[in-house]
T-cell receptor, first 118, second 111 residues
Framework: DGGITQSPKYLFRKEGQNVTLSCEQN?????MYWYRQDPGQGLRLIYY???????QKGDIAEGYSVSREKKESFPLTVTSAQKNPTAFYLC?????????????????FGPGTRLTVL | RKEVEQDPGPFNVPEGATVAFNCTYS??????FFWYRQDCRKEPKLLMS???SGNEDGRFTAQLNRASQYISLLIRDSKLSDSATYLC????????????FGSGTRLQVQP
């Protein structure tokens, strides 16, 4: 059963704590992405990775960190430096770009993690 | 100006109606376009890709207008189950190798 899994589904964190959100895919996709969605808002890109051992900052990377040690895994750490971390976090993956000029492939999303800071 | 802009709605339509959404994008060099559907408190799911020639999937038709830099989604014979937020997605070729999502248009189909 191919797809993207995220865990946990709900996460509660105390202020000042770091927390790591898991994202795993078995679609053999090269590219993976993390988005944040606030209530009634669109998706904002946090970090993305087009290949193992490489990743780039998105629009709102401050207070977050990622790693890409394995093709199938792209964990996101929400650090205490993130001032307003309560949100819905979505992980996605896609086939990588064949070249910088090639068309983009569609992204597939995991079910998301709802993070609440207490 | 936003890179990808959508009317947030909500569009309230009766069952059986035809409804259309537009989405404008800022960069004329964009080449990849999609429509996603997002149900409340769920992840976005791909509805359809948008090709230069347009494409149709059952009751759904997507069109691309490069001259005016917009894409459209037409839903015919609306069902209650079509109620959702529809996200317009475009690649913005500014060096960032990731898709850009619009904020979405909310559709509410009423009995």
């Amino acid at each position: 059963d191919g797809g993207i899994t995220q865990s946990p589904k709900y996460l509660f964190r105390k202020e000042g704590q770091n927390v790591t959100l898991s994202c795993e895919q078995n679609l053999n996709h090269d590219a993976m992405y993390w988005y944040r969605q606030d209530p009634g808002q669109g998706l904002r890109l946090i970090y993305y990775s087009q290949i193992v051992n490489d990743f780039q900052k998105g629009d709102i990377a401050e207070g977050y960190s990622v790693s890409r040690e394995k093709k199938e895994s792209f964990p996101l750490t929400v650090t205490s430096a993130q001032k307003n971390p309560t949100a819905f976090y979505l992980c996605a993956s896609s086939r990588g770009l064949a070249s910088p000029q090639s068309s983009y492939n569609e992204q597939f999303f995991g079910p998301g993690t709802r993070l609440t800071v207490l | 100006r936003k890179e990808v802009e959508q009317d947030p709605g909500p569009f309230n339509v009766p069952e059986g109606a035809t409804v259309a959404f537009n989405c404008t994008y800022s960069n004329s060099a964009s080449q990849s376009f999609f429509w996603y559907r997002q149900d409340c408190r769920k992840e976005p799911k791909l509805l359809m890709s948008v090709y230069s020639s347009g494409n149709e999937d059952g009751r759904f038709t997507a069109q691309l207008n490069r001259a005016s830099q917009y894409i459209s989604l037409l839903i015919r014979d609306s069902k209650l189950s079509d109620s959702a937020t529809y996200l317009c997605v475009v690649n913005i070729p500014t060096g960032r190798r990731a898709l850009t999502f619009g904020s979405g248009t909310r559709l509410q189909v009423q009995p």
